[in-house]
């Protein structure tokens, strides 16, 4: 892996450039709990023509307080390259709503083949004047 981040859109080209628009590594919220819709991962991948096969990839949302939000896994193919080729470009592209249920650092974790390579940080802070739900406290 050669990075991973947060954006707000991406893509490949036509001519399979890799382009990014926004990238992000802070949320300001109005309240709290909330979700964050639309969201892009993006990660970068390097590989090499013995990487050829099917590798695991795995995805997990950790709360500031390191709870499990969510997690996600699926199977990315390789396919051997033409000859003469020694290095090839894998950029995944995920779209994801992010739950966000109280302030702090969030961390996306990027597993590939059952070992954590990238572990994705988003600063979540409430705006100024943003309520943020609570446990109503009884007063007498």
């Not at 940080?121 to 406290?137: G, I, L």
């Amino acid at each position: 892996m050669t990075f991973a981040l947060f954006a707000d859109a991406a893509n490949v080209s036509q001519e399979g450039k890799l382009n990014i628009l926004g990238v992000f590594d802070a949320l300001q919220v109005n309240t709290l709990p909330s979700m964050h819709p639309r969201a892009t991962l993006v990660v970068h991948l390097k590989g090499a023509p013995s990487d050829a096969g099917t590798h695991r990839v795995t995805l997990q949302w950790i709360s500031p307080n390191g709870s499990e939000l969510w997690s996600s896994d699926g199977e990315l193919g390789v396919v051997s390259p033409p000859g003469g080729v020694l290095e090839m470009d894998f950029p995944l592209i995920a779209q994801l709503d992010l739950p966000l249920d109280v302030a702090g650092r969030y961390v996306m974790r990027v597993g590939l083949d059952g070992t954590t390579h990238a572990e994705v940080p988003v600063q979540v802070r409430p705006s100024a004047a943003a309520p943020v739900s609570r446990t109503p406290v009884l007063m007498s």
